[in-house]
């Protein structure tokens, strides 16, 4: 009986030693092949979200004299000019949207400055255009400047920057220059301050007094000129009768032989004396007394909230960075419930920390405790302005008007009822001192716990002067 076997339907089972011996080749061969299954099939599949490709047509557009190109500015502060209502606490009804920031450019004129080359006759002209940028949030004292002649706008540029916009409706991309070619920082500055840096604009705007020019050609002359010239330049001076030593001195003896009003001279210099805050001599309440707005200025608050912000992470505050005064009233701080009075007193706090540091860094005794103390741009710019450091000190009438803004702030903080002690140490002062410069401000003196506390009365009644009676 014979059996016949069909190969279509005989079974062979591998081994697992015949499995192995595959060849390497083929197995990567049978993975390429499906891997490229794989992405054959992704590729096929639609993608989400794609965005659909546009053809559009590329126009460029060039300068033109009549019309301002884009100007393009950046605000490093973090402010932004599109928020136009902070209020999120659905306890208090909702404020009014604030209206829009102004905003003003301002560009002088082409100046144009013709050269004339040696040996040859044709002119040539160039110019050049200097841009300032001011974005005025409405309600603020705060200015926002930016300007392309000075500060960053400086700094080596090895690009050109152009703006690209987008018509959707006609598929149009058109590309211009932006104005200046400079991306303008715009930094904030105190209204009015820009006064500060006029002589700064005229000299760079080359606009000096005939005699501002002659004292620098002088100064030029005397370091690097001949001996000829600075010869020539003391005989031009000594023809000077301001800077002739013989007319000074005539002119101190003629002081000196002149009849002095001791009355007046006591009067005045008792009045000047009295360095101090903004007041209100008739107000009725002590918040009146002293305005906390003619000394912490609407746009300052918002600089002010270091303090805050680490009792709104819980937080604690070094005591090395922070006055006595402060530290000793965290705690004042942390108790208050009312998170509008807790945020106001911490800003207060903040204005006294940084108006004694900017003390202790131009004085002798106080600059390491205040070397890594950092000030926001807006206040260090308004403290140069009103206390003006001589070099690297403050004068003494300064450093007594900066004790008085620090006295003034101290009130508020305790209710306008303090004791002095803190204070005093902060100032580095002895407390005979610093209760002298409360006086000074209309305070009062009472004895309290066998300490002195300093309370503010209204209406203000401010110390007279001592007159000296003459023996007749």
């Not at 402060?326 to 204005?351: G, M, W």
Request: aromatic share 6%.
């Amino acid at each position: 009986m014979g059996l016949e076997l069909d190969s279509s339907h005989l079974l062979v089972s591998e081994t697992p030693q015949t499995a192995t011996k595959k060849s390497k080749k083929k197995r990567k061969r049978e993975k390429e092949r499906d891997d490229g299954a794989a992405a054959a099939q992704l590729q096929n599949e639609p993608t989400i979200n794609e965005q659909p490709r546009l053809d559009v047509k590329l126009e460029l557009v060039n300068n033109q004299v009549d019309k301002t190109p884009p100007v393009v500015g950046y605000f490093p502060s973090g402010y932004n000019p599109h928020k136009t209502n902070d209020i999120n606490d659905a306890q208090e009804p909702i404020l009014p949207l604030a209206a829009p920031p102004s905003v003003k450019l301002y560009r002088n004129a082409q100046r144009a400055k013709v050269e004339k080359s040696s040996g040859e006759k044709n002119e040539k002209g160039r110019t050049s255009e200097r841009l300032e940028l001011v974005v005025s949030p409405n309600g603020s004292n705060v200015e926002f400047v930016g300007n392309s002649y000075k500060g960053e706008a400086m700094a080596a540029q090895l690009c050109t920057y152009a703006l690209g916009v987008l018509d959707k409706a006609t598929q149009t991309l058109k590309i211009m220059p932006i104005a200046g070619n400079k991306i303008l920082r715009l930094e904030p500055k105190l209204r009015g301050s820009l006064a500060a840096d006029k002589e700064h604009a005229n000299f760079e705007n080359g606009e000096i007094t005939a005699e501002q020019r002659a004292a620098r050609i002088r100064q030029l002359n005397v370091q690097y000129g001949p001996k000829k010239s600075i010869i020539q330049d003391k005989k031009m001076q000594a023809l000077r009768k301001g800077d002739d030593p013989l007319s000074q001195k005539d002119l101190g003896r003629k002081i000196e032989n002149a009849p002095i009003n001791k009355d007046a001279l006591e009067s005045t210099s008792g009045h000047s004396a009295r360095n101090i805050p903004p007041y209100n001599s008739s107000a009725i309440t002590p918040q009146e007394a002293y305005p906390l707005d003619g000394i912490i200025l609407t746009g300052e608050w918002d600089f002010l909230e270091d303090i805050y912000k680490i009792l709104q992470v819980g937080g604690e505050v070094a005591s090395n960075a922070y006055p006595t005064f402060v530290c000793n009233r965290i705690q004042k701080l942390r108790e208050i419930q009312d998170e509008v009075e807790k945020k106001r007193l911490s800003c207060i706090f903040s204005y006294i920390t940084h108006l004694l540091k900017f003390k202790d860094q131009h004085s002798m005794d106080g600059a390491a405790s205040a070397r890594n103390h950092q000030f926001p741009s807006i206040i260090r710019q308004k403290f140069f302005e009103m206390f003006k450091p001589e070099t690297r000190r403050l004068s003494v009438d300064k450093i007594d008007l900066l004790i008085s803004y620090v006295l003034v702030l101290t009130l508020y903080a305790d209710d306008f009822r303090t004791f002095p002690a803190d204070v005093s140490n902060d100032l580095r002062m002895n407390p005979a001192t610093v209760k002298s410069h409360y006086r000074n401000l209309g305070c009062k003196m009472e004895r309290e716990k066998n300490k002195y506390l300093v309370t503010l009365s209204v209406p203000l009644e401010f110390p007279q002067p001592k007159r000296k009676f003459r023996n007749r």
